[in-house]
């Protein structure tokens, strides 16, 4: 992977957000989930998907994209309700290239699956595609950093890692979670989509916890070679 | 299409390169591990590996010992502890053998006359419900008499479990023997032989019985000398319901009447037909079983009349095994277990009976029955129990004595397994049975069991003998009977589970070897990945970026291990297509991914490379004329890789699949209630696009020759064969096989295999090894032999490849079922995209990639062609598609095609895939050598397939060893391991296809060579 020059710059600037406004930020995107988790109340999931999973994207939508519209790429020339717009755009972008993704590796195509698919791929739209639109934009670069795995051992700016690895983390729970399906345990999680948005919010979730921890590691990184 | 043999490409991509192309290779040469020794090691890895497997499958599947001889007098004694001589009985006529076992036995016979009525592939269900519940009204009303007979108390009627594999012939073994033979019968289904063991028939041969045998022939290939008069009809055409039944039906008027026979077999196997072309809710099975259900009336009305004449006859109706809700048979499904059992005659009329009562018994259970109620042995190797409900026209003490009879038997049976095991000890050491200890031991439990069976059984004797309060003589007696059930039963249950007993020792041996050859396998892959890789370090510093691992390798890694883990679970095994559906689109979705990554640091970098490019294009322009265009549209490998990824969506919907989800509604099952005019149009336009396609492909080649038009013509005139066979060939009729379809199907098969041949043989001479287009160009720093010779060579191997290729998917095109045209064309068209895809991109994903990627693709296939780990998807029908005299080896030659359709098509794909990959490592201009180039050409192609294959078949072979005690060692995992077999010898003749056609085309370019230079030289001398 070529090392872009213009990358590292933006990146020195954008290593001013502390570890603790990352913390922050991961913490406001949980408690949104948190929120629709307590509201939709407990294994409404598995009883009835559609809703539980809309709960979830409305609740989560409005958090993620303020938290990463704050955090969007090079501020004095973007204003926050231009990257809030991105990512508003964004959302049925990510939704349908996630839906695309799951329907290609067996995800159902009946018509009674449609609502729970189109809410699901929204979630998942939230995971990984809006908070790359609302602070990359139209930065190709970022895009194939933020695709390529690379970021895990070359050092790389915080925002990155807070994109990159929960969004990997979502992409690969879905992914993980989507292995019982086909089991002849006949339990009602078996179904499509809940056992997939487990594994996509646990997944999200440990790549949050990854992020911080890469943050942290990243930060003290620097330290010492400030020193 | 961007598809063209693309040999010169190299020189525009890897211009950077050329400058230390003569040392690179001397490097090379030092590095790399000649061609030679690794075939050599490679051929003996395989044998390793053929010789491992064979070992364990001897192991694994044992032919089950049985006892030879018959039972005679002596099972009219109880068995002794003192090893039996080879005392035999003196050979008495028939009527004093009769005498003698009638004194012997001290039970009476029953019956008099037999009358075997066997309805291939009737399921229980139809007849006595399921789960206590009656069966539907239409079937209720399809068979009246019968239900008549049932609802009238006239009759009994029980759910007959057969024995995985559920195939006629084992089937029909295992009821007149009593034995559960080893799994492998089903590979002899094909290749019926005379019957040898101990069997209910031979036993009323001997006794003098006359038998008459109406019905299909196996039966008289299992005992070619035993009946009195026979008419067979052969179960060869299976889209006959009609005729086979007519041809047993028609005797049954002369045969009732006739006074001269004693047993009668009639084997209708219409029925069976039927759910093999439209299944269990088939249009034809409701006619097909009001006849059967006439001919039980006919047989009952003429047997009953006979009754009069105080001949009693016994008329039994069971099928062989049950149908799945298709109509097929092979697996251990409930669907297919489940067959009948239903008595007719005086000793289970009844005042009060439920006839839907779901009763539960063994098919074994009906030799001991048939054998005490006719008076005769049981045969020596039953591990059936008798029905009792059978003799109630017997007196208590009578029916005691029966058992009595049938634990001897099993007793010998189990004495010949356990020869430590002794009755005479059990009864004599253990006489305190009424203390309920809990035996621990196998043996304990046995003895204990039985030695409270004799127990109670004397007991009962002296009860019956001293007084006559028979209330208390009744209760003893049912002791008795509960005891010696007990101990039937459970040592039924133990013999039949010792027939799956394995030599421990073989099995871990042959396990060894497998191992051993694997890691060889993978050892042998190794030095060709490090030979490689020492050979691009040493000469080009830009594969260094390239050292670590990509997404799509670490991802193929991953996935392989998630593949062998998933092996070990049986519920994975059942549904293994969404393993391979789920990995393969996952890698493509990589392949995505990657392209679309490639596609951004394209943009990032545009211009530095356009200007590279031009400088290129400047340096090579003699080369455009022929070359794929550097600046094709990106967007074009997106396409393909769209195209892979939704065709595997349609596949993945088009069957079902799988063991458990069998009932989910799919594509298949959706067209299949349509009109059959919409299928044969879907199979027209298939044939139709592998028609076009080839001609496409062929016109790539820009070669107008006579063997390139010669192979379009035969290529169209196979296509034409293909549509008049699908225009002739119909569907859910009951005609007889139509002779022109056969004969169809035979032109197509001697055009198909002349062209082909042709091809191999002549495409290497027909490409010039000489080409104009370089000629001019000689002087410029590029080697232009070197150029000329891959091109033709390509050319020549793209040429084989394709009509490989095409031939191959006309060919499944006729032989798979109609509703499988479609599926066949989409792994087609998977095929084509991922070779255009890999030829567009030659340096986004490694070779050893693509290679996996087709052969997973392959596997993914062969799931979506409606295959499934049971036995029972295997396609009959299609394999006697143009044969026209019986043949096992044809015909199982046309079902292994049929099977592995999608990874030979894969494997052959790979043909082209060779002729248009990257050949990253080129040889030195001045030295050509063959044998690299054919190391290049075909080392991971045959190599990788080999491995994977390895890898699987030896963790498999490993889950069934640790399985070998699960419940579901026969019903799962043991089918599923023919299937990796049969996929083992499926991969190794795709790369021995591979192999050779790579060989023989070197072989004849080096030759071409070598003469040309030879006259070259000749003529520049002279």
Redo the contacts between chains.
């Keep these: 992977m ?1 090392y ?1 020059p213009r990358g590292s710059a933006m990146g020195a600037e954008a290593t001013q957000i502390s570890a603790l406004t990352a913390a922050a930020a991961h913490a406001l995107c949980l408690a949104g989930l948190a929120v629709a988790h307590s509201l939709a109340g407990r294994g409404a999931l598995v009883s009835d998907p559609a809703l539980a999973l809309r709960l979830l994207v409305v609740c989560e939508a409005p958090l993620v994209i303020v938290v990463f519209s704050l955090l969007r790429r090079d501020p004095k020339h973007c204003s926050f309700l231009k990257a809030a717009a991105r990512g508003l755009l964004g959302l049925p972008i990510g939704a349908l290239l996630n839906a695309f ?1 799951a ?4 995800a159902p ?1 009946g018509i009674k699956f449609w609502t729970a698919t189109i809410y699901w791929s929204l979630l998942m739209s939230l995971f990984t595609f809006v908070p790359a639109a609302c602070v990359f934009g139209a930065s ?2 970022d ?2 950093n933020a ?3 690379s970021i895990y051992f070359t050092s790389s700016d915080v925002v990155e890692y807070m994109i990159s690895v929960p969004s990997h983390g979502a992409v690969i729970g879905a ?1 993980l979670g ?2 019982p ?5 006949e339990r009602p999680w078996q179904e499509w989509p809940i056992c997939v948005t487990y594994g996509a919010i646990a997944g999200h979730l440990i790549g949050m916890v990854l992020s911080l921890i890469l943050i942290v590691a990243h930060r003290r990184r620097v330290r010492v070679k400030a020193d | 299409m961007g598809l063209r043999p693309s040999c010169t490409c190299v020189f525009l991509f890897g211009s950077g390169q050329q400058r230390s192309s003569g040392d690179r290779h001397r490097a090379m040469g030092a590095a790399s591990p000649s061609g030679a020794a690794l075939a050599g090691w490679t051929v003996a890895a395989v044998l390793l590996q053929v010789a491992g497997l064979s070992l364990f499958i001897y192991g694994f599947f044992p032919v089950k010992p049985t006892l030879p001889g018959f039972s005679g007098a002596e099972s009219y004694r109880a068995p002794s502890c003192a090893p039996v001589g080879g005392r035999e009985d003196p050979a008495l006529p028939p009527d004093q053998l009769r005498s003698l076992y009638r004194e012997l036995s001290e039970v009476p016979r029953v019956y008099d006359r037999l009358v075997l009525m066997v309805i291939d592939g009737l399921p229980a269900e139809f007849v006595l419900g399921r789960g206590g519940k009656p069966p539907s009204k239409e079937m209720m009303e399809a068979m009246p008499y019968t239900q008549s007979l049932l609802t009238g108390c006239r009759a009994v009627g029980y759910h007959a479990k057969a024995a995985p594999p559920t195939v006629t012939m084992p089937r029909l073994k295992s009821m007149v023997s009593g034995a559960i033979g080893g799994f492998l019968d089903v590979a002899l289904n094909f290749n019926t032989q005379a019957f040898l063991d101990d069997n209910l028939l031979d036993q009323l041969h001997r006794v003098g019985y006359k038998l008459v045998m109406l019905g299909d022939e196996t039966w008289i290939k299992l005992f070619p000398t035993l009946f009195h008069r026979q008419d067979g009809v052969s179960s060869f055409y299976v889209k006959d319901t009609v005729e086979v039944d007519f041809n047993v039906s028609r005797h049954l008027d002369s045969e009732l009447a006739a006074k001269d026979w004693d047993a009668l077999v009639l084997h209708y196997l219409g029925l069976d037909h039927v759910g093999h072309i439209g299944g269990r809710q088939s249009v034809l099975m409701t006619p097909k079983l009001k006849e059967m259900d006439d001919v039980i009336r006919r047989v009952h009305a003429a047997v009953t009349s006979l009754h009069e004449n105080s001949e009693r006859t016994l008329l039994v109706v069971i099928s062989d095994h049950g149908m799945t809700e298709v109509g097929n048979h092979g697996g251990s499904s409930y669907e297919e277990t489940d067959s009948l059992a239903l008595f007719i005659g005086h000793s289970v009329e009844n005042s009060y009976c439920s006839p839907y009562d779901q009763k539960e018994t063994l098919q074994v259970d009906l030799t001991p029955t048939l054998a005490l109620l006719f008076g005769i042995p049981i045969p020596k190797n039953n591990i059936g129990v008798l029905l009792p409900e059978l003799f109630n026209s017997l007196s208590d003490d009578q029916k005691l004595r029966t058992l009595e009879l049938n634990s001897w038997q099993i007793l010998r049976l189990l004495q010949e397994q356990k020869p430590a095991f002794c009755s005479e000890n059990c009864v004599n050491l253990k006489d305190d049975f009424r203390v309920d200890m809990l035996p621990e031991s196998i043996d304990e439990k046995l003895c204990h069991l039985l030695s409270k069976a004799f127990a109670s059984h004397r007991s009962s004797l002296l009860h019956q003998d001293s007084d006559f309060r028979s209330v208390e003589a009744t209760g003893h007696s049912r002791t008795a009977l509960n005891a010696y059930s007990d101990f039937l039963r459970y040592a039924s249950e133990w013999l039949s589970h010792r027939a799956t007993d394995k030599p421990l020792y073989v099995l871990v041996s042959a396990i060894s070897l497998m191992i051993i050859s694997c890691f060889s396998l993978a050892g042998i892959i190794f030095c060709v990945f490090e030979g490689k890789s020492q050979s691009q370090v040493e000469h080009n510093s830009e594969c260094d970026s390239d050292k670590h691992w990509h ?1 799509d390798e670490a991802f193929i890694l991953m996935g392989i291990i998630l593949y062998v883990a998933s092996l070990g ?1 049986s ?2 095994v ?2 293994e297509q ?2 391979w ?2 990995l393969t ?2 890698l493509y ?1 990589i392949f995505l ?1 990657k392209t ?2 490639s596609m ?2 394209d ?3 545009t211009l530095v490379q356009r200007a590279e490019a031009e400088i290129l294009r400047r340096n090579n322009s003699y080369l455009t004329s022929y070359k794929l265009t550097p600046g094709q549209p990106i967007g074009r490998k997106l396409y393909t890789i769209l195209i892979i ?2 065709a ?2 349609i596949l ?2 088009w069957h079902q699949g ?1 063991i ?2 069998v009932h989910f509604s799919d594509i298949s099952k959706i067209l299949t209630q349509c009109d059959s005019s919409i299928v044969k149009s879907l199979q027209i336009i298939s044939v139709l696009v592998v028609m076009m396609l080839y001609a496409v492909s062929l016109n790539l080649l820009r070669a107008r020759r006579m063997l390139v038009i010669g192979l379009w013509l035969s290529h169209l005139s196979c296509g034409l064969l293909v549509m008049l066979h699908i225009w002739k060939s119909q569907v859910n009729t009951s005609v007889l096989m139509n002779h022109s379809t056969t004969s169809i199907a035979q032109i197509f098969y001697v055009i198909a295999s002349i062209s082909i041949t042709c091809t191999v043989f002549l495409s290497p001479w027909i490409f010039p090894i000489h080409s104009k287009e370089a000629e001019p160009t000689s002087s410029s720093g590029f080697n232009p032999q070197k150029a000329i010779h891959l091109h033709g060579i390509n050319h020549s191997v793209f040429l084989t490849g394709i009509t490989y290729t095409m031939f191959w998917c006309l060919l499944q095109l006729l032989l798979q079922q109609p509703i499988n045209a479609i599926p066949v064309l989409l792994i087609l068209l998977q095929l084509i995209s991922s070779v255009i895809h890999f030829s567009l991109n030659k340096s986004l994903h490694r070779q050893w990639v693509q290679v996996v990627a087709m052969q997973f693709l392959g596997m993914t296939g062969h799931f979506g062609l409606g295959n499934t780990n049971s036995l029972a998807s295997i396609d009959v029908a299609g394999a006697f598609i143009g044969i026209s005299s019986y043949s096992t080896v044809l015909s199982g030659i046309l079902m292994f095609i049929i099977t592995y359709g999608s990874p030979l098509l894969l494997y052959l794909g790979m043909v082209v895939y060779m002729s248009v990959k990257e050949s990253d490592d080129i040889c030195t201009p001045w030295q050509i050598r063959w044998s690299s180039i054919l190391g290049k050409m075909i080392a991971l192609p045959c190599l990788l397939p080999l491995v994977i294959n390895s890898i699987a078949l030896t963790s498999y072979t490993i889950v069934l060893l640790l399985m070998r005690n699960h419940l579901f060692v026969w019903s799962v995992f043991s089918p599923k391991y023919l299937y990796v077999c049969a996929t083992t010898v499926c991969t190794y003749a795709g790369v021995s296809i591979i192999a050779m056609t790579a060989a023989y085309t070197c072989a004849v370019f080096s030759f071409r060579t070598r003469v040309f230079s030879f006259r070259t030289r000749k003529y520049r001398s002279m």
Aim: proline share 4%; no cysteine; charged share 15%.
């Design positions: 070529p872009d993704g329907v290609v590796l067996g195509v190709k670069v895009w194939q695709l390529s795995y992914w989507a292995w399906m086909p089991l002849d345990w | 997404l679970s519920s994975f059942e549904e969404y393993i559906h789920f689109s996952t979705l991914i679309v990554q951004l640091k943009s990032n970098s990824l939704v595997g969506r993945r919907a799988g458990n989800w």
